[in-house]
Structures are given as C-alpha cells and as structure tokens.
C-alpha cells in the first residue's frame, strides 16, 4: 500500500501535516511566495496581524541557533488588507490561514468583521490569544474571563462557512488545562487550536558580552525550539483529551525533525506548524523534515496518520523501568 500523508484540519484536505507556524517566514509577500513555492509545505499561516501595519519593537528583537529561539517581535506587521490581498493571491495555489491579533477585544472584532465581509479567499481564520510580546499587554488566553468575552464576541459575527480556530499559549498547570479547555468547549463553532505559541518571556543571556541576546522588554521573549517540544506535546495531548473530536489541534513547538512530527500526531495533532526550524534553515528545509517524517512512518510500517493519530500509550508496556531512579 501507497503512503498517504495527507490530513485534515477544519474539513479542509492537506496534502502534508506541514505548515508554517504564524510569524516565520510570512511577513512580507516576498516571504509568502518561498512558502508557495514549497511542494512539502500544504498551507500558508500568515504573520499575525493587527488592523494598522505596526514597525514591533526595536531590534535586535530574534535570535536564534539550530535548536533554540528567542523573539520579542511585537506584533511587527503589515495590516489585515495588505494579508486579506496575500490570501487572494495564494489561495489559488494552496489554503491560506489569516492569523489576526487585535490589541483589544474590538480589534479582533472588527478585524473578524472585516474577514467576513472579504471576498473569503483565505481557507480560515486563526485568531492568535497568545502573544507574549507586546509591552503592557496581557497573554489572553491566561485570563480566562477575558477569553471567553473575545470568543462570544467574534463567534457571533458571521463568517459563513470560514472556520475559526484560536493559537493557545503554553499551559502547565492541570487546572489551567481544565478551565482553559472550559471555555474553549462553549463555543461549537471552534474548529482547531494550535498549540503552542512560543514560551513566554524566557530570557537567554550572552555570558561573554554580559548582554541580554535582544533587547526589547529588558530581554525577555518567546522561547522556541527543541526544548519547548515537551510543553507543546503536554499541551497537544490535554486539549485532545478535553476538547471534541470536532476540534482539530494543531501540534506547534520544538519541530526540528521528522520524529518530532511523529510524536506530535501521536498526541493527537492533525497537523504540525514549524517555527525555530524554517526561520533558522529556511524553506530549503522542509524538504529535509518532510522526508524524515516519511521515513519513520515506513519503518514502522504506518501507511496513514490515522494509523497512529492520538495512540500514544500511557500505561507501562515495561514493567521495571531501569530510568525510574527508585528501582
Ligand atoms: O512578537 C511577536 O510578534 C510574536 C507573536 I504576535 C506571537 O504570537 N508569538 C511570538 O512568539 N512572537
């Protein structure tokens, strides 16, 4: 039997669980256009936008290494119109999700509003609840209560049959997991969440220099890269657990490698986005992680996600576990 890695998120066929993750590489339309030309890449997120282009936060704002990253951009962006003008473009070739960040609950409705009232070329619509980097402005989706107020108001604007899914920061309190997945569960119109955006405020330091490696919010930013892929599992398996089948979850944090996508769908992801890996290899890179997750699919002879979708054990299948420091 052939392989088959196709997938589904919001209904909408992917010919790979591969996207990029909102923010890298999807900026400008120059960026856009790599990510097109990508045949490993099945869809487009573009950067999260607010309604009014915004410069971010001064530099050096991102830096990077194979495996690690940390970035204060501060919602740097182009303008919802000049995105809605980058779906209409894109969405010929394959779909194109609007993430859309509004500074308040008014932005992110009127932003909505205007999706609606679009010709609707994007597939969908990713409202981001979790950006860590603009000063003076909470991480929404920490707050529940304001939360649920932004939902309410953008679920009751009519976006016809485009679906809405929400980005959710890192949880790492069960409680948060239940009472996140609490509100989210009110809302039957929610098609996806992607977990995780970037570990909030992280700071890296240059011992050498004695210098913070950026520089805005007194050197605190979003963590990605290899050591955040534990929290993003975490997160993708509890919200599998607590959400309806209905709502798809999209694995996003520490995807340098074939395997890591593997382990993503084996928590219960449809599909994975790649952040730290395209921004420090760029899109030459795809090709790379798209055939190694190939290739662990035929060695364990899988011919379909569906095959291992959310199959994770949890139970012991070895009973003296010699990492278990007690034994
Ligand atoms: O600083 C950013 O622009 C940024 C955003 I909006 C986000 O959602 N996540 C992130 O790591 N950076």
């Given at each position: 039997?052939?392989?088959?890695?196709?997938?589904?998120?919001?209904?909408?066929?992917?010919?790979?669980?591969?996207?990029?993750?909102?923010?890298?590489?999807?900026?400008?339309v120059?960026?856009?256009?790599?990510?097109?030309?990508?045949?490993?890449?099945?869809?487009?997120?573009t950067?999260?936008?607010?309604?009014?282009?915004?410069?971010?936060?001064?530099?050096?704002?991102?830096?990077?290494?194979?495996?690690?990253?940390?970035?204060?951009?501060?919602?740097?962006?182009?303008?919802?119109k000049y995105y809605l003008k980058v779906a209409e473009t894109f969405s010929k070739?394959?779909?194109v999700?609007l993430?859309?960040?509004?500074?308040?609950?008014?932005?992110?409705?009127?932003?909505?509003?205007?999706?609606?009232?679009s010709e609707q070329h994007a597939?969908?619509?990713?409202?981001?609840?979790?950006?860590?980097?603009?000063?003076?402005?909470?991480?929404?989706?920490?707050?529940?209560?304001?939360?649920?107020?932004?939902?309410?108001?953008?679920?009751?604007?009519?976006?016809?049959?485009?679906?809405?899914?929400?980005?959710?920061?890192?949880?790492?309190?069960?409680?948060?997991?239940?009472?996140?997945?609490?509100?989210?569960?009110?809302?039957?119109?929610?098609?996806?969440?992607?977990?995780?955006?970037?570990?909030?405020?992280?700071?890296?330091?240059?011992?050498?220099?004695?210098?913070?490696?950026?520089?805005?919010?007194?050197?605190?930013?979003?963590?990605?890269?290899?050591?955040?892929?534990?929290?993003?599992?975490?997160?993708?398996?509890?919200?599998?657990?607590?959400?309806?089948?209905?709502?798809?979850?999209?694995?996003?944090?520490?995807?340098?490698?074939?395997?890591?996508?593997?382990?993503?769908?084996?928590?219960?992801?449809?599909?994975?986005?790649?952040?730290?890996?395209?921004?420090?290899?760029?899109?030459?890179?795809?090709?790379?992680?798209?055939?190694?997750?190939?290739?662990?699919?035929?060695?364990?002879?899988?011919?379909?996600?569906?095959?291992?979708?959310?199959?994770?054990?949890?139970?012991?299948?070895?009973?003296?576990?010699?990492?278990?420091?007690?034994?």
């Amino acid at each position: 039997m052939d392989l088959d890695l196709s997938c589904y998120v919001a209904g909408i066929k992917l010919n790979s669980p591969i996207m990029n993750a909102s923010g890298v590489c999807c900026t400008t339309v120059k960026q856009i256009e790599e990510l097109d030309e990508s045949q490993f890449l099945s869809a487009i997120v573009t950067k999260s936008c607010t309604m009014t282009p915004r410069e971010g936060n001064p530099k050096p704002r991102y830096y990077g290494t194979s495996s690690f990253s940390i970035n204060s951009m501060g919602l740097a962006n182009m303008s919802l119109k000049y995105y809605l003008k980058v779906a209409e473009t894109f969405s010929k070739s394959k779909p194109v999700f609007l993430s859309l960040a509004g500074l308040s609950a008014e932005e992110n409705v009127a932003m909505v509003k205007n999706v609606a009232a679009s010709e609707q070329h994007a597939s969908g619509v990713e409202l981001n609840l979790s950006c860590p980097n603009v000063p003076n402005k909470p991480q929404i989706a920490y707050d529940f209560e304001a939360m649920g107020d932004i939902l309410n108001r953008v679920f009751e604007v009519d976006l016809g049959n485009m679906p809405l899914g929400v980005k959710l920061p890192p949880y790492f309190d069960p409680v948060h997991f239940h009472q996140s997945a609490d509100v989210l569960r009110n809302y039957p119109k929610l098609r996806w969440v992607t977990c995780i955006n970037s570990i909030g405020n992280g700071l890296y330091i240059d011992p050498i220099t004695e210098e913070t490696v950026i520089h805005p919010k007194k050197g605190l930013g979003g963590l990605g890269g290899s050591f955040v892929k534990p929290t993003a599992l975490a997160n993708v398996k509890m919200f599998r657990e607590l959400l309806p089948e209905q709502v798809d979850i999209i694995g996003c944090g520490g995807v340098l490698r074939g395997m890591d996508i593997f382990e993503h769908i084996l928590c219960g992801a449809s599909a994975v986005q790649v952040g730290t890996y395209l921004q420090e290899n760029g899109i030459d890179g795809i090709p790379r992680l798209y055939h190694e997750f190939k290739d662990v699919m035929i060695l364990k002879e899988y011919h379909t996600l569906d095959d291992f979708r959310g199959r994770l054990k949890t139970s012991p299948t070895i009973m003296n576990n010699k990492n278990d420091p007690a034994s």
